[in-house]
């Protein structure tokens, strides 16, 4: 199975700086996801962009998909300290018996000081 | 609130002692999921259920099962833990997506920390 991989793997910003996170996969997907998992804690959903999408919005979130390129990128703007958390892409790999399934890459640590 | 729900948040056990983690959902959904997560990794797909299908992902050890005895209660069951197992697991679930009526984003509760003595 694919995974996606991220960069940076950690990320240091100050509070109102953007934040761009990058995922790159290797095989056709269904839909891309974005989520943020809080120290020791589980994993919230973010933002989902499906393949025939190319950018989407969600408050201060703002994600880009280049299935030609087979990447993605997330953009926080206006970060503040509370952004602090791993972000993780996840694919829905297109076709096969694995449809429905995430595929989880290692994530971006994103760090936002005060 | 809608919720996933994972108990214990901690636990503790012996070298090769069962232990059983337990979730349950009142979201009402037909897929439920667990992961493992080690520090600084991904979340590893053990197995899922989708209704009453058990869907084993091809890696996952035979030292763990699962039951889901009903919609909304999955159970992870770790029969012999070794060290390697100490791990963030995470249940999680998701709606029909195999109708295509609807997106298979996933829902997670808080996790269970394992910690193996």
């Known amino acids: 199975s694919q995974q996606g991989e991220e960069d940076p793997q950690a990320l240091s910003i100050q509070e109102g700086e953007n934040a761009t996170m990058n995922c790159s996969y290797k095989t056709s997907i269904n839909n891309l996801q974005w989520y943020r998992q809080n120290s020791g804690r589980g994993l919230v959903h973010l933002i989902l962009?499906?393949?025939?999408?190319r950018e989407k919005h969600s408050g201060r979130l703002r994600v880009t998909l280049d299935t030609s390129k087979k990447s993605s990128s997330l953009l926080i703007t206006a970060s503040r300290a509370a952004d602090t958390a791993s972000y993780f892409c996840a694919t829905d790999d297109a076709g096969g018996t694995s449809y429905g399934k995430l595929t989880f890459g290692q994530g971006t640590i994103l760090t936002v000081h005060p | 609130d809608a919720m996933v729900i994972q108990n214990p948040r901690y636990q503790v056990t012996q070298f090769g002692k069962p232990v059983t983690l337990s979730c349950s959902q009142t979201l009402n959904h037909n897929v439920m999921y667990w992961y493992q997560q080690k520090s600084s990794q991904a979340p590893k797909l053990l197995f899922h259920?989708?209704?009453?299908?058990?869907?084993n992902e091809a890696d996952t050890p035979d030292n763990f099962q699962s039951r889901r005895p009903n919609t909304s209660f999955c159970f992870l069951d770790i029969r012999s833990p070794g060290l390697g197992d100490a791990a963030m697991y995470l249940c999680?679930?998701?709606?029909?997506?195999?109708?295509?009526?609807?997106?298979?984003?996933?829902?997670f509760g808080p996790g269970t920390r394992l910690t193996v003595l």
């Open positions: 259920y989708y209704d009453k299908d058990f869907n």
């Open positions: 962009i499906r393949s025939n999408e």
């Open positions: 999680a679930t998701s709606r029909d997506w195999k109708s295509g009526r609807t997106d298979n984003e996933q829902f």
